[in-house]
């Protein structure tokens, strides 16, 4: 599935119709195999995803890892998502992705619409049906968790290559909730290889 992503402040309008018929193609790894999180994302998503760090554009980031493969995301289950009410916050706002101060809609996404379907977004405008609390502030918390990533940095670890980005664990003194969830999520690294 190729993705284009386009601004919501430069879409005049676009409705939702629905996921039938669809193959789930969001979730088949052709788009990723890890994605940015900030940190309100980590209590969501370190019981089913294990949590990394990586450093890309000379910024460091906290990861969920997918996959470790080209088979997309290991929920993904016969054209369902195994873990549907508990996805991560960045699968619940898809096909919306914030980005800096911007939102983009991914309009490659099946339901995607000029007409017909339910009201989706408008001129920068999104519905308060596909409204998430991730998207509001979002470059401040994302600055946030780069301000924390930053104080972390002299502890990380490699653990190795993916994508040609290079991951991390966190293994030095420090203490934290947070590290306590990047912690708890690592058990999950062997089932990605299995
Ligand atoms: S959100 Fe879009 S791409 Fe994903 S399953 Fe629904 S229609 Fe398909
Ligand atoms: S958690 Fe579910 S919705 Fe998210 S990528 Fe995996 S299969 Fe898709």
Redesign the pocket.
């Known amino acids: 599935?190729q993705h284009t992503y386009v601004s919501i402040t430069k879409i005049d309008q676009l409705t939702?119709?629905?996921?039938?018929?669809?193959?789930?193609?969001?979730?088949d790894g052709s788009r990723f195999l890890f994605a940015p999180l900030i940190l309100e994302d980590f209590e969501e998503v370190s019981p089913y995803f294990p949590i990394v760090f990586g450093k890309i554009n000379e910024e460091w980031r906290a990861l969920i890892l997918y996959t470790l493969s080209s088979g997309g995301c290991r929920y993904h289950k016969e054209g369902k998502c195994e873990i549907y009410d508990s996805r991560p916050p960045a699968c619940r706002i898809?096909?919306l992705s914030p980005y800096y101060e911007d939102i983009l809609v991914?309009t490659?996404?099946?339901?995607?619409r000029t007409e017909g379907g339910e009201f989706f977004a408008s001129k920068g405008k999104i519905s308060s049906s596909f409204y998430h609390k991730r998207l509001e502030g979002f470059e401040t918390k994302r600055q946030a968790t780069q301000g924390y990533l930053k104080t972390l940095e002299e502890g990380f670890k490699p653990l190795g290559e993916i994508g040609g980005v290079t991951l991390f664990r966190y293994s030095g003194e420090g203490d934290d909730p947070y590290l306590q969830m990047h912690y708890d999520s690592l058990r999950l690294l062997p089932e990605l290889t299995a």
């Open positions: 599935m939702f119709s629905n996921c039938e018929g669809c193959s789930f193609s969001c979730c898809y096909p991914d490659s996404c099946h339901a995607i």
